[in-house]
């Protein structure tokens, strides 16, 4: 790739235009988006598995019936997302052998137990609450199908945001116990949210090459300062505790104050070792595997229409 071609390419990032499929487009930009994307879409995917664990036993008919289309909305943003990956030139069988071989990332956040019902709304208001937070920026991103993929996607994730936090609100409002609930959900679920958005921005590797192709519009660090202002007068409106004791309004600034993040605990659960990783991806290559049929049985029907249309 030589210079010009890469200064013409800058020039058209900088000038806000959107990258489309067929555009010429330097090796690395592509390689960052079939990484991100990819990535993004094996988390939407295995997202599914922690919520899919409480549908049968959600508390009430109403419960069960959000829950359920929140997590085919899900199903939905990873197919979306696989798609966009795809017209970079990457298939759906290499994306997923890759996450099943552990190659491929995806979010460090699904790895955790949903142990209680209030987990389910610590989820939508403080997973989702997060994925919001970095998908906003998305859908400005300098490729045209992964940026227009975002709108849909965070649309619904508003919803599901919403009825986390209406989850919440109603425990936090009830007995002692379901107040206890929902804090027990907080505190477990805060920190691990706070690692969503990645490594602190000196460690981060992508991320000044990515804001430079307007993949990303915000650092890591700037996104979780955001979700950190946005989401702590949520949780005090509900009567909630935070738990950070280093949790502290900075006039300043204009921003909260935050403790220390775990990242030898973050990068143990990207690595493999967090409590349900191994479950997950089971999980997947069952599904994999199981519906490995469903794909055999297509491509001979694709085979034989071919060859009466040929014959
Ligand atoms: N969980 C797992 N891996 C992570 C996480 C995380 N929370 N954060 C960063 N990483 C990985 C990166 O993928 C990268 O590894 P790689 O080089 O093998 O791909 C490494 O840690 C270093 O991080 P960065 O250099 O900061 O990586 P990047 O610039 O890609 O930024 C981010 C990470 C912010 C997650 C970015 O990829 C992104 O915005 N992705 C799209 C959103 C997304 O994937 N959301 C998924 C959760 S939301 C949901 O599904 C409901």
Same mark, same amino acid.
């Given at each position: 790739?030589?210079?010009?071609?890469?200064?013409?390419?800058?020039?058209?990032?900088?000038?806000?235009?959107?990258?489309?499929?067929?555009?010429?487009?330097?090796?690395?930009?592509?390689?960052?988006?079939?990484?991100?994307?990819?990535?993004?879409?094996?988390?939407?995917?295995?997202?599914?598995?922690?919520?899919?664990?409480?549908?049968?036993?959600?508390?009430?008919?109403?419960?069960?019936?959000?829950?359920?289309?929140?997590?085919?909305?899900?199903?939905?943003?990873?197919?979306?997302?696989?798609?966009?990956?795809?017209?970079?030139?990457?298939?759906?069988?290499?994306?997923?052998?890759?996450?099943?071989?552990?190659?491929?990332?995806?979010?460090?956040?699904?790895?955790?137990?949903?142990?209680?019902?209030? #987990?389910? /709304? &610590? *989820?939508? @208001?403080?997973?989702?609450?997060?994925?919001?937070?970095?998908?906003? !920026?998305?859908? %400005?991103?300098?490729?045209?199908?992964?940026?227009?993929?975002?709108?849909?996607?965070?649309?619904?994730?508003?919803?599901?945001?919403?009825?986390?936090?209406?989850?919440?609100?109603?425990?936090?409002?009830?007995?002692?116990?379901?107040?206890?609930?929902?804090?027990?959900?907080?505190?477990?679920?805060?920190?691990?949210?706070?690692?969503?958005?990645?490594?602190?921005?000196?460690?981060?590797?992508?991320?000044?090459?990515?804001?430079?192709?307007?993949?990303?519009?915000?650092?890591?660090?700037?996104?979780?300062?955001?979700?950190?202002?946005?989401?702590?007068?949520?949780?005090?409106?509900?009567?909630?505790?935070?738990?950070?004791?280093?949790?502290?309004?900075?006039?300043?600034?204009?921003?909260? #104050?935050? /403790? &220390? *993040?775990? @990242?030898?605990?973050?990068?143990?659960?990207?690595?493999?070792?967090? !409590?349900?990783? %191994?479950?997950?991806?089971?999980?997947?290559?069952?599904?994999?595997?199981?519906?490995?049929?469903?794909?055999?049985?297509?491509?001979?029907?694709?085979?034989?229409?071919?060859?009466?249309?040929?014959?």
């Amino acid at each position: 790739e030589d210079e010009a071609f890469l200064a013409a390419f800058q020039a058209r990032i900088d000038a806000e235009e959107k990258i489309e499929p067929n555009d010429p487009m330097p090796e690395g930009y592509r390689k960052t988006l079939v990484r991100q994307i990819g990535q993004h879409a094996h988390s939407e995917i295995v997202g599914m598995l922690p919520e899919g664990n409480w549908i049968t036993r959600a508390p009430s008919l109403r419960r069960k019936a959000a829950l359920l289309a929140k997590v085919q909305d899900e199903g939905g943003h990873g197919l979306y997302l696989y798609s966009a990956a795809e017209t970079l030139g990457v298939s759906r069988e290499e994306m997923t052998e890759e996450l099943l071989s552990g190659k491929a990332k995806y979010s460090s956040i699904f790895n955790y137990p949903t142990q209680t019902w209030a #987990d389910i /709304g &610590a *989820i939508g @208001w403080l997973v989702d609450g997060a994925a919001i937070m970095n998908q906003i !920026p998305l859908c %400005r991103c300098s490729y045209g199908p992964y940026a227009r993929a975002m709108i849909r996607v965070c649309k619904e994730e508003s919803f599901h945001q919403r009825q986390g936090y209406e989850i919440m609100m109603r425990l936090a409002r009830g007995t002692p116990e379901q107040k206890e609930m929902a804090q027990d959900a907080l505190n477990r679920w805060w920190w691990p949210s706070l690692m969503m958005f990645g490594p602190s921005d000196g460690d981060s590797q992508h991320s000044d090459q990515s804001m430079k192709w307007k993949i990303k519009r915000f650092t890591n660090d700037e996104l979780r300062q955001k979700f950190v202002d946005a989401t702590v007068p949520q949780g005090e409106f509900i009567g909630l505790t935070f738990p950070d004791p280093d949790l502290k309004w900075n006039e300043e600034k204009g921003g909260y #104050d935050f /403790g &220390a *993040i775990d @990242w030898d605990e973050f990068w143990r659960v990207v690595k493999g070792h967090g !409590p349900m990783n %191994r479950e997950r991806i089971e999980a997947r290559r069952k599904a994999w595997e199981d519906g490995a049929w469903v794909r055999e049985a297509a491509l001979a029907h694709a085979e034989k229409r071919k060859a009466r249309r040929e014959a």
